[in-house]
């Protein structure tokens, strides 16, 4: 609230400075830089539409560019800002420009999106401008594939931001990342992952795995979501909660497997669902009706132990299919659960 109230009187104070202020190309890229930190942009268009004095000319694609990249005009704004060096400008508004760049150029050019948050981080240390700048490469590394940069950058930003306002936020999207990695391939990369956690405090690093193994199932990548199950359990004393979110997830993953199906069936069915959300509860009975449905040969000791009868063909779901089955009923549930969201959310509007 104290945010935006200083940023209303700052848009007032600028938008009633007389014309001769304008007279400065200082001032206009102080404003530049005012609305790249939040101001209304409205002064922009003010300073467009002034006859007299004219804006120079040097500073004018400047100003165009920004304006269309505050009201969401994409493609005008990369063909006025990406030709501008910022290299050429004082140091804050270099490094906020780069960050503008490096956001127009990322589907691109992922590279030279990279070495544009390079330079911002080293134009501006110790700011905000620095923290946006290493947030938003640790998922660009992410989306790469660079997992070594990936982890060095996480780790960095865990070490000096963790106590920032956007560092929940940068917890849930890291947690995201995490599900691109197949741990079940690198394990090695995996134990680069807890050292790097190891930073934070471990409810935040509980919170992490837990996340992250949640995402894991989803996406299929049962391994992962196991080891990472494994490591929020570890964290879990004392907590029910999370305890019961961690059995969940790793039970969960280890259904698709012949040698740990029985296991997992035990240990799902001794869940205490209250201690569940709705979307784990319905998590739970997704997992338990996949086990139902793995095919298992008659007479299998594993079908005896569990008081199964082998299902008919026309139920059979392969047991290499079931991360494939398991992640496309959890997608499909997300879907649902979010329309139903969005139509509640609308109600509400309507009444």
Known sequence: ????????????????????VWTDGRNIRATIAFVLSGGNPQILRKLLEMGDPAIPIEDR??????LAYVEGREEEAKGKLLSIDVRSLPPS?????????????????????SDLLDFVRLQAPGTLLEEGALRRQVFVASQTGDMRKFLALSS???????HSI??????????????????GKDS???????????????????????????????Q????????????????????????????????????????????????LKGIDRTKLTAGDATLLDSALSMAGHIRVMPGDKMADNLGWTSPSPASD????????????????????????????????TVQ
């Open 1 to 20: 609230m104290g945010q935006r109230g200083l940023l209303t009187i700052l848009d007032n104070r600028f938008m009633d400075l007389p014309p001769e």
């Open 61 to 66: 694609s400047l100003v165009e560019g920004t």
């Open 93 to 113: 508004l270099g490094a906020q420009l780069a960050l503008v760049q490096s956001a127009l150029v990322v589907r691109a050019d992922v590279k030279k999106s």
């Open 156 to 162: 960095g930003y865990l070490r000096r931001y963790r």
């Open 166 to 183: 956007y560092a929940g936020n940068f917890r849930q999207r890291l947690a995201s990342a995490l599900t691109r990695i197949d741990f």
């Open 188 to 218: 090695a990369l995996f134990d680069d992952v807890v050292e790097m956690l190891m930073d934070l405090e471990p409810d935040a690093r509980r919170e992490i795995y837990l996340m992250a193994a949640r995402s894991s199932i989803n």
């Open 220 to 267: 299929g990548q049962t391994h992962s979501a196991r080891m990472l199950a494994e490591k929020a359990k570890e964290l879990s004393e004392g907590d029910v909660a999370s305890t019961a979110r961690a059995k969940l997830y790793r039970a969960a993953a280890m259904i698709v497997s012949s040698e740990t199906i029985g296991m997992a069936v035990e240990d």
């Open 317 to 348: 779901v392969p047991k290499q299919q079931a991360p494939e089955q398991l992640q496309a009923v959890l997608k499909a549930q997300d879907a649902l659960s979010r329309i139903d969201k969005l139509i509640k959310n609308q109600a509400s």
